[in-house]
């Protein structure tokens, strides 16, 4: 979406991205809240305990017990993806507003697909730091296979120049 010029629309999906990434390791911290998670729709009960245990805030708690600096990283993504389009708000609704003066006093549109540098390379920029912080949270869910792929190394070379 970042790539396709739909840059508000790219910054609900990457908030989604944090949130799975985030959720499976507050299951894996906590492996009886997998019942809680996968009951949310069994009756009204369930679905308040669900909510109550999944959220942002528990998530970055569990997140902080694994790595304090991935933790704040994370926060800062979950933050900017709410400030620029995860949630209705002026800067992301701001983000590819027109408007023009004209002899009748003005217009105003918002840019479906954008080719404007800035909010277009805002929004590539942080798919890849979201991404990458993703990896992060997943890389302590499934530790066997990040040690088998051996690609711990290169993250950790990627979040000290990027994140």
Known sequence: MSLSGQVAESFPVMRSCLEYAGYALVIKNTPTLQEVFLNRHADDASKREQKGQFTIANTITVIRKFDANLATIFKRFDDRTIDFGAHPNP?????TLKMEK??????????????APEPLMHAMKTTAQVGLTALFVFQHVLKAKFELLGIREEMDVLRRHHL
């Not at 800067?91 to 983000?95: D, E, R």
């Not at 004209?102 to 080719?115: K, P, R």
């Open 102 to 115: 004209t002899e009748n006093g003005g217009t105003m549109g918002i840019d479906a697909l954008t080719i």
């Open 91 to 95: 800067v992301g609704m701001l983000s």
